[in-house]
């Protein structure tokens, strides 16, 4: 053992130095920030009479294949492209890794495809190859997950984090006739998105007079597992026993907690809502357990991106502000500020509509 | 066991094969045929896809085998001491975690990036101590230390990305040679292939290295120390592994806490594929290296021509049973054949 430590004394001795004299001059974060040169790309004019090209190569990369929200979001994609008679590709990771999208990028550009739908799982580790794609003609949508904004043409945003964190104030209000304990059932304590929304979920329970005699108790996290939503809501009902409502921002942590309540006797005494498939919610809403949910529909957001891609590569629109397309069925969009399109609000799912969807 | 595969792939110790039986001679030069094998992928694809031959594509190719290549040359000595580091991928992971977070709390870059390789060394050092120093089973060590080093860049990061690295840093790694298809990263990957193939195959060390693996009681009453060795030599695996970790961040402009999760896999894959021997003792780099273009040359071409992910994932692990396999299976035709031999000549 002394062995080891006697050979390690003179390396940490030349570390130390070195670190010493490179400690003098240096790149530090603060002196860096010369960083963006390439920003908004929306050169040229937009038509927006011109058609749609025919034929045209549009290839969809989401996070992860074979994750059951992903596909029906490109499912979406397909449909379109089918629309429009372009060629539809697939291709994706199997794992959601933050790098690992990237040789799929730099194989599209060297398939020349004409547009890259993508839902980043990494704003910036793919940004420089979907630059590439852009200087190669490409034009890249993001849909799900945004990129950094200058390594994309637009970004297809589901709902606005306002729209959403509303939507869950307003559906727990409304069925727990506007006071009582509530409780958050979440996915883990560092998603961005679920963070977001129960922000907004509690600025409105603080700000809007109609929400004041509703009371926040606490927010337990799920980690998107299953059996670890299963055992949460579990222990937030014995630890409440005059809890009012569970709100779970999360597709994995309402069908759990919705699982766990249908079978208990908090059944009927206990309102749940939150973020929810119909598919995996449709036999709690039909037995009475929950009543409301919302979700936006996953196959619209990949049909609107095959479409804003098919609209930038036809010329339609450059990316700017203000500039309009139509998007088949769901009709005319206007791009926002930062090359972003709002989807719409959330839809509300009860036992009268949800018989309509399948996702 | 180990004595049991002597003529497996052949390093500098094993006996060379004493008759011409075409099995045996291939036998021998695993390299051979693995270098022979890659060549042949190279023009195959080249021909049958016109996107494979473009100097982007070739650019994309070596980023992307980058650091499997990287890693697994302290891999390939370290199998041969007949010792195994799964810990190097979570090295490469938190030491992108700590530039990260050093950057963000603003440490210069140049002082960042030697911190970052000094302490991949210590951790290194922690699994060259429990094993070396205290005798403990790498494998169930360095599985530890994988856990426990993905643990603590998850602590130090959380699923934080940080990105804003220097341009001048990030597009050197991305970058290629003048206007050359060159990556810049290939020049230090082929400096540092080559002193480690010298050190391997052509010094005193190598020997020593290839003694231990083969048999570390003969090694140790031969007067070579080899626990020695093998500190030391994870000591080089955790820098290299962090140097890798820079370069991932830098070319990835992200450093994060799971960078790299997965890879130890791909380099173990890659050095056995390469043609040395699980058990020690036996090996060339060359035959390492060729792998691992092998492995990632099949994967950029069938990406190019659509195979889907699950397939490819099939066909690397056919080729690796094959791999695995195949020296076994040929050593029990061969000593059939001789025992056959044996009996008509009695």
Do not use: H
């Not at chain 1, 004394?9 to 490179?22: C, E, H, M, Y």
């Not at chain 1, 907690?257 to 006797?265: D, N, V």
């Not at chain 1, 979700?295 to 619209?300: E, K, Q």
């Not at chain 1, 804003?308 to 502000?321: H, N, P």
């Amino acid at each position: 053992m002394s062995r080891f430590s006697r050979r390690l004394a003179p390396l940490a001795g030349v570390a130390a130095l070195s670190l010493v004299l490179t400690a003098c001059v240096g790149t530090t974060q603060d002196s860096a920030s010369d960083s963006s040169d390439s920003g908004s790309r929306a050169t040229g004019t937009a038509n927006p009479d011109a058609p749609i090209t025919e034929g045209l190569k549009v290839a969809f990369l989401p996070k992860q294949l074979n994750n059951p929200y992903s596909d029906i979001e490109v499912a979406g994609g397909e449909t379109a492209v089918g629309e429009f008679g372009g060629e539809y590709k697939l291709v994706g990771p199997n794992d959601a890794s933050a790098s690992s999208q990237v040789s799929y990028i730099n194989t599209l550009i060297q398939q020349n495809q004409d547009v890259i739908g993508i839902a980043a799982n990494d704003p910036n580790a793919v940004c420089p190859s979907l630059n590439q794609a852009r200087d190669a003609g490409i034009k890249v949508v993001t849909f799900d997950s945004d990129a950094s904004k200058d390594c994309r043409d637009l970004f297809i945003n589901q709902a606005t984090t306002e729209g959403v964190g509303e939507a869950l104030a307003k559906m727990t209000s409304d069925q727990i006739g506007g006071s009582g304990k509530i409780a958050i059932l979440s996915a883990t304590p560092n998603a961005t998105n679920q963070n977001a929304w129960i922000e907004v979920l509690k600025e409105q329970l603080a700000s809007n007079p109609e929400y004041a005699n509703i009371e926040l108790v606490t927010t337990v996290y799920g980690n998107d597992d299953d059996q670890k939503s299963f055992q949460e809501t579990q222990g937030l009902l014995q630890t409440y026993p005059d809890l009012k409502a569970i709100v779970s921002p999360t597709t994995v942590g309402i069908a759990a907690a919705a699982r766990y309540i249908s079978s208990s006797s908090y059944k009927d005494n206990i309102v749940l809502t939150g973020l929810g498939t119909p598919n995996q919610m449709r036999e709690y809403v039909k037995d009475g357990t929950v009543k409301q949910f919302a979700l936006w529909d996953p196959t619209d957001i990949g049909y609107l991106a095959a479409y804003a891609g098919a609209a930038l590569a036809s010329g339609q629109i450059t990316g700017a502000e203000g500039e309009t397309f139509t998007a088949g069925e769901l009709g005319e969009y206007t791009i926002g500020a930062d090359g972003e399109l709002v989807l719409g609000p959330p839809t509300v799912f009860d036992a009268a509509n949800i018989d309509q969807y399948d996702f | 066991m180990s004595s049991d595969l002597a003529t497996a792939p052949a390093g500098p110790t094993a006996p060379a094969p004493q008759s011409g039986s075409r099995w045996r001679e291939l036998l021998a030069n695993w390299d051979t045929a693995i270098i022979t094998l890659t060549v042949l992928v190279l023009i195959g694809a080249s021909i049958t896809n016109p996107d494979f031959g473009s100097s982007t594509n070739f650019t994309f190719l070596v980023l992307d085998l980058a650091p499997i290549f990287l890693i697994a040359l302290p891999m390939t000595l370290i199998i041969v001491t007949g010792e195994i580091d799964l810990s190097v991928a979570s090295t490469l992971g938190l030491s992108g975690a700590a530039m990260g977070w050093m950057w963000n709390n603003g440490f210069t870059i140049e002082m960042i990036v030697p911190m970052c390789i000094l302490l991949g060394a210590l951790l290194g050092a922690l699994n060259g101590f429990l094993v070396a120093g205290l005798g403990l089973p790498s494998l169930a060590v360095t599985i530890g230390t994988l856990a426990l080093f993905r643990g603590l860049a998850f602590v130090l990061l959380g699923d934080q990305a940080v990105s804003n690295f220097p341009r001048a840093y990030t597009s050197w790694v991305t970058g290629t040679v003048g206007d050359t298809p060159i990556p810049n990263l290939a020049i230090p990957l082929v400096i540092l292939a080559v002193v480690f193939g010298v050190i391997l195959q052509s010094t005193a060390l190598g020997r020593n290295i290839y003694a231990t693996g083969a048999s570390a009681t003969a090694a140790k009453f031969a007067g070579i120390d080899g626990n020695r060795i093998k500190f030391w030599l994870y000591v080089v695996a955790g820098a290299v592994a962090a140097l890798a970790g820079v370069l991932w961040s830098l070319r990835y402009s992200s450093a994060r806490a799971d960078n790299g999760s997965g890879l130890e896999l791909s380099v173990v894959a890659a050095v056995l594929l390469g043609g040395v021997s699980i058990f020690g003792g036996k090996g060339r780099l060359l035959g390492v290296l060729a792998a691992v273009v092998l492995l990632a040359t099949l994967q950029n071409a069938l990406r190019l021509e659509d195979i889907s992910n699950e397939a490819l994932t099939v066909v690397t692990g056919v080729l690796l049973i094959v791999a695995v396999l195949l020296p076994n299976v040929l050593k029990i035709v061969r000593t059939s054949s001789q025992r056959r031999k044996a009996i008509r000549a009695l």
